[in-house]
């Protein structure tokens, strides 16, 4: 970050001939193809593509800056690249509701992910938006302060959504939780 800064120091990595291989974590918003052939060229062999869910709504809720077509076209790209991705789901979230979770892993299933983490409730951290929804819905304490992590999960989604996720990933392998 910024997508500026991620061009020139691979090119920097090109023109020096650095014979390298790295890793990293891509936001899936505004990616630009010239990128993403420059991080391909500089030894990028695989990202971690923290989408976190497959449905336009909750992205609105969780506050990000992409949509799913974002995330399809960012997929599409490194796929053309042949850079490995990880996708992570974050599930459970406010907002989230069955027709959500099945929409978030059919669009997962979609793409061309080598890898797919999905994590069940998101930790709450203090002083953010979801630690104040998670008091305002009585689920922590206003003094809690959070060493102890804490998730939060739409109440009464979770028994369903623990067997639905295990469902889905009885058939993809290359999916954990």
């Known amino acids: 970050m910024p997508p500026s800064y991620a061009l020139e120091l691979c090119c920097k990595i090109i023109e020096r001939k650095l014979d390298i291989t790295w890793v990293c974590i891509l936001y899936p918003g505004k990616i630009e193809e010239e990128l993403v052939r420059a991080m391909a060229d500089a030894g990028c062999r695989e990202v971690s593509l923290g989408f976190e869910s497959g449905c336009d709504r ?3 809720i969780m506050n990000k800056k992409f949509g799913i077509a974002d995330v399809r076209r960012t997929s599409e790209l490194l796929a ?13 979230g406010p907002g989230e509701t069955k027709d959500s979770v099945e929409e978030s892993l059919r669009f997962a299933d979609a793409l061309t992910l080598d890898a797919l983490k999905i994590t069940i409730g998101i930790r709450i951290y203090p002083h953010t938006e979801l630690a104040r929804t998670a008091v305002a819905e009585g689920l922590i304490a206003p003094d809690d302060d959070l060493l102890l992590p804490r998730f939060y999960m739409v109440p009464g989604l979770e028994p369903w959504l623990r067997q639905t996720v295990a469902n889905w990933m009885a058939k993809r392998p290359n999916w954990t939780f």
Not at 80 to 87: D, E, L
């Open 58 to 60: 909750i992205l609105a």
């Open 80 to 92: 053309k690249y042949k850079i490995k991705q990880m996708g992570f789901l974050l599930l459970g």
